[in-house]
């Protein structure tokens, strides 16, 4: 994470879909060398993933990327979930406490030229039609061979292996490593096409029926993404055989006509659903599966490669893109030395419990709402519309599709310490409009929030401090005076940075008034003086106030952040 690169052999990273090309983006930022290489000779031109979720869409702001999302994607703020005819839930995201309470539906083929144009401006650029032919690890690298379009060879050692490859991962065959999980019995149908309809453009709709299941979902300007079930298999007709991988399309099986799509919106939606102009359509077919090791020894899987699941909820693209950056800042803390071996062992243990959630998630939602009898058709239909009316539970619904409520609090990365409110260690750091006492770089104080402060390139440390002045009125943004220094805090802040040189921020910031975020106390709570260390990722590593707190603070980025620290007794991994 220092200012220049690394002398160190480059990560080598096979696949250049979204999960690659975020962990490219990850390592480039901290200033590590990377080669990102894919055996395709050019990118897939067809969107499959789409939706993008609020969380990773706050991740693309903190690593400067979001602009260009917004401005090409479609924002779906409403989901609507139909049985039979009947509406059975209506769940908006506007409440959502984020700047983006909405999904984000783009073209995957989109999102990945995006990243790539931001990739070459940190200078690390797709090798495409570049395959990865052999491997082995030795004690200090990875042994590789690599196979050009052309035939030649090239020998290279890479620090470390990222597997981006997907469902269908060479690297994690030849590694032996079981793909646990089971076989859907279900072909699906995708398709892109304009549908003209009597709902807004800005909500989405899944229709279950015991014809089987559709959704559609707004791409904005009339077009619209169709996924179904088979209908062909549902008919009892004869349908092509499942295949044995996920992710194919059944053997023989020509692509969806526009008629067909026709003929199962009449069939199983009881809305006005006019189709024309197909762009693109295939089958699919879905396995629910996972590895049960993210890492072996200098080689990690990621995305795809790791897991495959149900397309319900949207969540398969995201959770690649958001493990690669879990995974990004530990590789680069590692390789520059100034980190433990160790530090990467959490990437399983933080990644692999979420994996395992969103498994049993989107396989239950797709069972349910295919359900046509028994038990989780009754859940459905009777069940599901008394709990959605739960302010509650419509809440967790919002927090979990978004993804918003993904933390790591039992991770031993964590140190928690009560306050008076705020986020607890290992949930996200959620954005608040702050007045900024003092920062890194020189920074002036002034207004500013705390996504524009953080650099996924370094970690944060937000010292907290009481506004002035002291009977408790918001701080003019314009004052010239600031709080007097805590000497406890600054003490804290000389440690930290001691133990992660070139590689934390520290802010001084406290509270204001204004438009532009949610407020410092409503996002982090009310202790003052208090502290959170921001990982690079945007989850908080610890939090405390003054006190013995400080002392745990130092213990604990010794023992994590820090070569040569001993792991404290109560964190385990």
């Given at each position: 994470m220092d200012a220049a690169a690394y002398d160190a052999s480059p990560v080598l990273i096979v696949?250049?879909?979204?999960?690659?090309?975020?962990?490219?983006?990850?390592?480039?930022?901290?200033?590590i060398p990377v080669r990102l290489i894919d055996k395709a000779p050019r990118p897939n031109p067809y969107s499959r993933?789409?939706?993008?979720?609020?969380?990773?869409?706050?991740?693309?702001?903190?690593?400067?990327?979001?602009?260009?999302?917004?401005?090409?994607?479609?924002?779906?703020?409403v989901a609507n979930l139909f049985s039979n005819g009947m509406r059975l839930a209506r769940l908006d995201f506007d409440p959502l406490h984020t700047r983006y309470p909405y999904l984000l539906f783009l073209d995957q083929s989109v999102t990945e030229r995006l990243l790539t144009e931001h990739l070459a401006t940190l200078g690390v650029t797709v090798e495409r039609g570049v395959e990865l032919i052999a491997f082995m690890q030795g004690s200090a690298s990875v042994q590789a061979t690599l196979r050009r379009a052309d035939g030649r060879t090239e020998g290279m050692r890479p620090s470390y292996l990222i597997a981006a490859d997907g469902a269908h991962s060479s690297i994690r065959h030849r590694l032996g490593l079981n793909?646990?999980?089971?076989?859907?019995?279900?072909?699906?149908?995708?398709?892109?096409?304009?549908?003209?309809?009597?709902?807004?453009?800005?909500?989405f709709h899944v229709f279950a029926s015991g014809d089987g299941l559709v959704a559609l979902f707004p791409m904005g300007h009339g077009r619209h993404r169709l996924i179904a079930d088979h209908a062909v298999a549902r008919s009892g007709s004869t349908a092509p055989s499942p295949p044995a991988v996920p992710g194919e399309a059944p053997p023989d099986a020509a692509a969806p006509s526009l008629e067909q799509c026709k003929t199962l919106i009449a069939q199983r939606v009881r809305e006005r659903v006019d189709v024309s102009d197909l762009a693109w359509s295939a089958y699919f077919h879905v396995?629910?599966?996972?590895?049960?090791?993210?890492?072996?020894?200098?080689?990690?899987?990621a995305g795809d490669a790791a897991h495959v699941h149900s397309p319900a909820g949207a969540q398969g693209m995201n959770t690649g893109i958001q493990e690669a950056l879990n995974l990004g800042w530990k590789l680069a803390r590692v390789i520059g030395g100034a980190a433990p071996d160790r530090l990467l062992d959490t990437y399983h243990a933080e990644r692999h419990p979420i994996e395992r959630d969103v498994l049993r998630q989107t396989g239950f939602l797709m069972q349910m709402a295919e359900a046509d009898h028994g038990p989780l058709k009754l859940l459905r239909e009777r069940v599901m519309p008394v709990l959605a009316a739960l302010g509650p539970l419509r809440d967790a619904a919002r927090a979990t599709i978004s993804e918003l409520s993904i933390q790591y609090r039992r991770s031993p990365l964590t140190l928690e310490r009560v306050l008076d409110g705020g986020p607890r260690a290992g949930e996200r750091a959620p954005d608040a409009l702050v007045h900024v006492v003092d920062g890194p770089l020189g920074r002036a104080p002034g207004v500013g929030c705390i996504f524009d402060l953080h650099d996924p390139a370094f970690f944060s440390l937000f010292l907290l401090v009481p506004p002035l002045p002291v009977d408790g009125t918001p701080l003019d943004p314009a004052a010239k005076h600031a709080p007097p220094p805590d000497p406890e805090l600054e003490k804290l802040a000389a440690e930290v940075e001691r133990l992660l040189p070139n590689a934390v921020r520290i802010w001084r910031i406290t509270d204001t008034s204004g438009d532009g975020g949610p407020a410092l106390a409503e996002s982090y709570g009310r202790t003052r003086p208090s502290f959170y260390l921001v990982r690079p990722d945007g989850y908080i590593?610890?939090?405390?106030?003054?006190?013995?707190?400080?002392?745990?603070?130092?213990?604990?980025?010794?023992?994590?952040?820090?070569?040569?620290?001993?792991?404290?007794?109560?964190?385990?991994?």
């Open positions: 696949g250049a879909g979204p999960t690659g090309l975020a962990a490219a983006m990850s390592l480039a930022r901290a200033h993933a789409i939706g993008i979720q609020a969380r990773t869409l706050e991740l693309l702001e903190q690593h400067r990327l979001i602009k260009p999302f917004l401005e090409l994607g479609h924002r779906a703020r793909f646990e999980g089971k076989t859907l019995q279900q072909s699906f149908l995708l398709a892109d096409l304009h549908a003209e309809t009597d709902w807004p453009d800005d909500e396995n629910s599966r996972m590895v049960d090791r993210l890492r072996v020894g200098r080689i990690f899987l590593s610890a939090r405390g106030r003054t006190g013995s707190d400080l002392h745990g603070l130092v213990r604990h980025c010794e023992a994590w952040f820090a070569v040569g620290g001993e792991i404290p007794e109560q964190a385990t991994l």
